[in-house]
């Protein structure tokens, strides 16, 4: 199982180049820059800035050098050759916009509110979702089976940011139980994004869980376990949900995707400290090394999530060998 994450990880490494790659030419291609809405700055003192993040060199390939015959500075004198080098390095590069600060710190600060949201969602949706699931498909073609697939499709149907919204104006300011808003003090100002973040991830996983569990109710292995007179509470849990948590697990990876991809609305509109503000204020403010950074680390988390995804797999259905 090790040598299948090392490997992993080790396949990984040109994805993040890729990704950082294409990055890169988005934010270049992308009219505007950097300090383009620094009102009254000097020429000289906006050539000056520009030197000092190498701004003022060229993208890709240094034409001037080529005409020199400087060959050594054609590659190594451009924007992307000092961006990689510094990432090759673990350096994401300071922040255009926040003056002192490098986009490591920006990112310690702020991305541990992120993944906590994240967490909180992942882990509401799995320990509500997979329930519901079985509870649907054990009561199949009753009311509570209805219920629980209206609540699905409900779920599934609705945008997260009407449902953070409806959330705020009912528990926050139609019966004032809940915090509108921000991520300080206790549980209560976690409750509502989690539950906001959650919903979706829910609905899927009982809809997934409940049609899995029908279709392995039928199989031959569950008759046999019931005509020996097993119990039918642990057939159902033996037999049947262990392998009906086989499609969960696959649509774990993407779930998680979206989990976190949501958590920008969700941090949004409930004012939370989290990683979702620096991005929106860099893509408004053109701030290069901030949005590629940003990407990059929910990219290496998507990589490490799937990873788990794929070693849980293998842990519910033995058929799977990690190789």
């Known amino acids: 199982m090790l040598l299948f994450i090392l490997k992993r990880l080790f396949i990984s490494i040109p994805v993040i180049f890729i990704l950082a790659t294409l990055t890169f030419c988005i ?3 992308t009219p505007g820059g950097p ?3 620094d009102k009254a700055i000097p020429p000289e003192i906006k050539a000056n800035i520009e030197a000092k993040y190498h701004l003022d060199k060229p993208t890709f390939i240094n034409t001037p050098a080529f005409h020199k015959k400087k060959w050594i500075h054609v590659l190594t004198e451009t924007q992307y050759f000092y961006y990689m080098k510094g990432l090759a390095q673990g350096d994401l590069g300071p922040s255009y916009k926040y003056l002192g600060r490098s986009v490591t710190d920006i990112i310690l600060d702020s991305l541990p509110v992120s993944v906590e949201l994240g967490f909180y969602a992942a882990l509401l949706a799995f320990l509500l979702g997979i329930p519901l699931g079985i ?3 054990y009561k199949h073609n009753t009311w509570i089976d209805n219920a629980a697939m209206f609540t699905a499709i409900s779920g599934i149907t609705l945008p997260s940011f009407l449902v953070a919204a409806l959330l705020i104006y009912i528990f926050s300011i139609k019966m004032a139980w809940l915090p509108a808003g921000l991520w300080d003090g206790g549980w209560e100002y976690k409750i509502l994004p989690t539950i906001a973040l959650g919903l979706r991830p829910v609905a899927i996983i009982a809809r997934l ?13 569950v008759r046999t376990a019931r005509a020996k007179g097993l119990n039918e509470v642990w057939v159902i849990l033996k ?3 262990k392998n009906s948590l086989i499609p969960v697990i696959t649509i774990s ?3 998680l995707a979206g989990i976190i991809t949501g958590s920008f609305v969700i941090e949004h509109v409930f004012a939370i400290p989290g990683i979702a503000k620096h991005f929106i204020l860099a893509v408004t403010n053109r701030d290069y090394t901030l949005i590629m950074g940003v990407t990059l680390v929910y990219a290496v988390l998507l990589i490490i999530a799937n990873i788990l995804v794929d070693v849980f797999y293998a842990l519910v259905d033995p058929r799977i060998k990690l190789s």
Do not use: C, E, N, Q
């Open 27 to 29: 934010m270049r291609v």
């Open 209 to 221: 869980m409940r049609t899995s569990m029908l279709d392995v109710i039928k199989a031959d292995y």
């Open 135 to 137: 509870l649907a498909a």
């Open 239 to 241: 037999h049947v949900v």
């Open 35 to 37: 300090f383009d809405k």
């Open 253 to 255: 990876g993407p779930l």
